[in-house]
């Protein structure tokens, strides 16, 4: 029996967003199918400047996070396509096109998220420019197809790592709903899909050295995005320049969260001998997601969750 969950909105008015999501709530890593997440958020205001925790730092955090999604995203599955033919194995060709539709779905479902940002008055006009010159204009005609993918296997870890320093934190919790599912469903996908990538490099060519060089770009690439993100976002809005949210960013990246410190060493096991994304003890947290505890939340907040065979 294969059961989907639905998130329909009880009212679909101007200031409240609608949001659904249809797909099976079970996770399997062995199997990764696509779940459609359709969201319109329209002229909104349950979703103010500082929706997380009402809290700049980790508000922006977040929305840094949307900013390098969808063309990450689009930059991910475009390469991932071209190499899908060269896959032998039907069980890792099928995962890996259960990753691509997940992937396309996650970037689209944030690209509706950055409208909202910037009907709020966010210019991010600026940040792309910067974004997509160095990524497609510089570092992309300068890598090789295993250099691409062994980078995609990098921000794959990158995301993964994110995902559990999000969710094990618990700060989405108290958010809007509306944001909170979008970014725990997109969460909980990338914890499912760790391994797909991963997989996929060292059946099409394994290079150590290659991984390590990747690694370490894709480190340094990635955190520097979003902490331009974040400062372009912060600063307009004047966060940028008080004490608490240098305080918060403080303990999110060194004390509390520690998340410099914990996607430094995630990164470094990449290149360790024997490592598998799979010995990483964080399913439960994406079933977790994906079996109720969105649907409570969503429900609390007037969005009504209903379940279908």
């Keep these: 029996m294969d059961h989907s969950y639905q998130y329909t909105s009880k009212t679909n008015s101007g200031n409240r967003p609608y949001v659904k999501t249809v797909g099976t709530g079970t996770l399997d890593p062995q199997h990764i199918k696509p779940r ?3 969201v319109e958020y329209g002229e909104t205001t349950e979703i103010n400047k500082h929706w997380v925790q009402n809290d700049a ?5 977040m929305n840094a996070y949307t900013l390098i999604i969808p063309d990450g995203e689009y930059f991910n599955t475009r390469i991932i396509r071209e190499r899908i ?8 060709k099928q995962r890996v096109k259960g990753l691509v539709a997940q992937e396309l779905s996650h970037g689209k479902a ?25 990524s497609f204009k510089i570092l992309e005609p300068l890598s090789t197809d295993n250099t691409k993918l062994a980078f995609i296997v990098a921000v ?30 997109h969460f909980a996908e990338e914890i499912e899909h760790k391994s797909v990538v991963f997989d996929l490099y ?21 955190i520097g995005f979003l902490f331009l993100a974040l400062i372009m976002l912060s600063i307009q809005d004047l966060s940028l320049f008080k004490k608490t949210f240098w305080l918060r960013g ?21 290149l360790k001998k024997g ?16 079996n109720g505890p969105v649907i409570q939340v969503a429900a609390e907040d007037g969005i009504s969750p209903s379940t279908a065979e």
């Design 85 to 92: 033919d060269e896959i032998q194995s039907d069980e890792l």
């Design 202 to 222: 060292h059946t099409l060519s394994g290079n150590r050295l290659l991984l390590a060089y990747s690694t370490m770009l894709c480190y340094l690439v990635n």
């Design 110 to 134: 944030h690209s509706k998220f950055l409208k909202l940002l910037e009907s709020q008055g966010y210019n991010t006009s600026v940040f792309f420019a910067v974004y997509r010159f160095i």
């Design 156 to 185: 794959e870890r990158i995301n993964e790592l994110i995902s559990e320093i999000t969710l094990k934190s618990k700060v989405l919790d108290d958010a809007p709903a509306s944001a909170a599912i979008l970014y725990k469903w």
């Design 250 to 270: 403080f303990r999110y990246f060194l004390t509390k969260e520690k998340f410099l410190w914990k996607v430094s060493v995630g990164c470094a096991q990449l």
């Design 36 to 38: 459609q997440f359709n």
């Design 57 to 61: 730092f980790l508000s922006h955090w």
């Design 275 to 290: 490592f598998h994304p799979s010995q990483t003890d964080n399913l439960q947290l994406a079933q977790h997601i994906l």
